[in-house]
């Protein structure tokens, strides 16, 4: 227990790098989009543009079963004025309805009442 601790192998003449200077570890300018200390924890209040609605599914609560495709007014609430078919994230459509939206939608549109997204251009 007296022996000092040997470098895993033996007495090899390596020579501790001391020679070699130039590359450190270390990068001067921390750069990168981080500022340290930011604004501090906002929270989670406040990022939201829209404001809540209550999500529920129109039809469901309707009751329609059966969305007509000629019922331009009802579709229209569902497609954005791109013409694209708004996500059930945000009109809170559930996953039926919004099937049966979503075929309505298309349907209306080869009858020219609603249009095709991303139409021209
Ligand atoms: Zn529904």
Same mark, same amino acid.
């Given at each position: 227990m007296a022996e000092e601790t040997r470098t895993s192998s033996g007495?090899?003449?390596?020579? @501790?790098?001391?020679?070699?200077?130039?590359? #450190?570890?270390? %990068?001067? !300018?921390? /750069?990168? @989009?981080?500022?340290a200390g930011?604004?501090? #924890?906002?929270g %989670?209040? !406040?990022? /939201?543009?829209?404001?809540?609605?209550?999500?529920?599914?129109k039809f469901c609560v309707e009751k329609i079963e059966n969305i007509n495709y000629k019922d331009v007014r009802l579709?229209?609430?569902f497609v954005a004025e791109s013409g694209k078919i708004v996500p059930r994230r945000l009109t809170g459509v559930c996953t039926p309805h919004q099937r049966r939206?979503?075929?309505?939608?298309?349907?209306?549109?080869?009858?020219?009442?609603?249009?095709?997204?991303?139409r021209a251009m």
């Open positions: 007495p090899a003449g390596e020579a @501790p790098a001391s020679s070699s200077e130039g590359h #450190g570890g270390h %990068r001067p !300018g921390p /750069r990168g @989009p981080r500022p930011g604004p501090g #924890g906002a %989670r209040e !406040g990022g /939201r543009k829209y404001f809540r609605r209550k999500k529920v599914c579709l229209a609430q939206l979503s075929s309505a939608i298309k349907q209306a549109r080869n009858i020219a009442l609603l249009p095709f997204a991303g």
